[in-house]
């Protein structure tokens, strides 16, 4: 059974400071990682994908990568009260098309 | 780019009767389709993989007979909820996967169906 880990949240943060979610895969052999954000009653948006170990940053969003030790997070600076939403894991294993959803994360930035 | 758009946005209908959702791929053709069920306050749900002119690829415990998946095109996917009861209300999302590309998925805005 492939896995995707998160923790559920929530997980609150001052407006202003670094959000740091996190994110853990069981296969070995996972190639591609993507987060995506999802506003309550809305469908999910594709915000970072990261396909090697280190850092992938846009914008405010930093991608990270340990392959090693199978995590995967994403930072968000300068957190706005807008990035409040739940923010998905996905992974894909290869030899597939399917992505695996972690459960989310529910991300609360306080104003 | 890479807009994913689904019709209609929300569904009201009695039980018994089918509903058919449309899932277009507006600037990219997709070889591969996805369809989700999402419950409230749940995570998402794959219930099939559409390939473009093939039958689609159903996940365990997916009924094919009640959930009818069609890929008629590069840019077109159609899910129809056959004899719909009030237990298939939820929200339905479709994504799409570009021709050619890495493995991200481009989700529509959903269909929210409520079967009286």
């Known amino acids: 059974q492939k896995e995707v880990e998160q923790n559920s949240g929530p997980l609150s943060v001052p407006e202003g400071a670094i959000a740091s979610l996190n994110c853990t895969y069981s296969d070995r052999g996972s190639q591609s990682f993507f987060w995506y954000r999802q506003y309550s009653g809305k469908s999910p948006e594709l915000i970072m994908s990261?396909?090697?170990?280190g850092d992938k940053e846009d914008g405010r969003f930093t991608a990270q990568l340990n392959k090693a030790s199978q995590y995967v997070s994403l930072l968000i600076r300068d957190s706005q009260p807008s990035d409040s939403a739940t923010y998905l894991c996905?992974?894909?294993?290869?030899?597939?098309?399917?992505?695996?959803f972690g459960t989310g994360t529910r991300l609360t930035i306080i104003p | 780019g890479a807009v994913v758009s689904q019709h209609p946005s929300r569904v009201i209908c009695k039980s018994g009767t089918s509903v058919k959702i449309e899932c277009r791929s507006l600037d990219f053709q997709a070889t591969t389709m996805f369809w989700y069920r999402q419950f409230p306050k749940k995570s998402l749900m794959l219930m099939a993989t559409?390939?473009?002119?093939?039958?689609?690829?159903?996940e365990q415990g997916v009924e094919k007979d009640k959930f009818l998946i069609n890929h008629a095109s590069l840019t077109l996917s159609t899910l129809t909820v056959t004899s719909a009861h009030p237990e298939d209300s939820s929200f339905y999302i479709c994504?799409?996967?570009?021709?050619?590309?890495?493995?991200?998925?481009?989700f529509g805005p959903g269909t929210r169906l409520t079967v009286l």
């Open positions: 996905a992974v894909n294993s290869g030899g597939n098309e399917k992505l695996t």
């Open positions: 994504s799409a996967r570009a021709a050619g590309g890495p493995y991200e998925q481009f």
């Open positions: 559409s390939n473009e002119g093939s039958k689609a690829t159903y």
């Open positions: 990261i396909y090697s170990n």
